[in-house]
């Protein structure tokens, strides 16, 4: 395993000049390479892509499972200040051949129930891009858990909606089935957009579900609630429906509504945020 590991250690110099630094120093004093590698990790003065290129080292070619359970306990126990680096730490996790190990994925899940409003927004951003067939069905769980707990945020409700877009299945649409009637506009919004890419096949998934989701997005197009920033729920469901059916005159029509919607000054923010992301011309 060190000669592996050496190796390893030795091909990644090129990736950063402080690692080159690094492992000349390893190689000065003769160190064992897991225990530098270790030290590394849970050094807070040292730069944060060293710590997380000797994680994915100790996890990829040493089998250290942990690898990077310092890191996530130690940016998630500082508070939003730290959570780009948070973020930073999850996105490397992911990296190459990454994988949730148990104890990895214990803490996120545990941030996801009881951190703060903005480290589980991002948690929900981030752990969604886990998809690997290991992991996407505790990914799902957890993000179907979060959009269903009613004393999370609406914010963070509803971004596990939209991220369940990643994780399409029958779960996740009878899930965002149930969303579509949540009292949060913003909850309601992520969940017929996930409910419309399950249905066109957008998504890793066919069209499957086109029967049980077309009426829920009828239904929605009497929807007036709207997210600040984005737009109203019929307005995500009109879009959705006019691909579901192909209609080369429906989509004529919804272009006319679009070109009406921008020239009309009047027209609310978020209608002309939804009519300028929608334009064709």
Known sequence: MQARLRKAVHRAKHRNRGWARFVARIDRA???????????????????????????????????????????????????????????????????????????????????????????????????????????????????????????????????????????????????????EDPSPEVRLWAVYTLGCAASGCSVSHPLYRDVVTPVLERALADDGVVPGWWAVRREAQVWLRELHGSAEEEARLQAEIQEILSDPSASLEDQHWASFNDTS
Not at 68 to 87: Q, R, S, W, Y
């Open 30 to 180: 003769g160190l064992s390479l897991d225990r530098a590698l270790s030290g590394t990790v849970a050094d807070c003065t040292c730069e944060l892509k060293l710590r997380e290129l000797a994680a994915r080292l100790l996890r990829d070619v040493a089998g250290d499972t942990s690898a990077f359970v310092p890191l996530l306990t130690e940016f998630i126990a500082a508070g939003d200040a730290k959570n780009p680096e948070l973020c930073s730490v999850i996105r490397s996790m992911n990296y190459g051949r990454g994988r949730l190990s148990r104890s990895e994925f214990e803490i996120l899940h545990s941030t996801l129930r009881s951190g703060t409003s903005e480290q589980r927004y991002w948690v929900v951003n981030e752990i969604a891009f886990f998809t690997d067939r290991h992991d996407r069905r505790k990914v799902r769980h957890a993000l179907i858990e979060v959009l269903e707990d009613r004393a999370a945020p609406a914010e963070v409700r509803g971004w596990a909606a939209e991220r369940l877009h990643l994780h399409t299945s029958q779960e996740t649409v009878r899930a965002c089935i149930r969303a579509a």
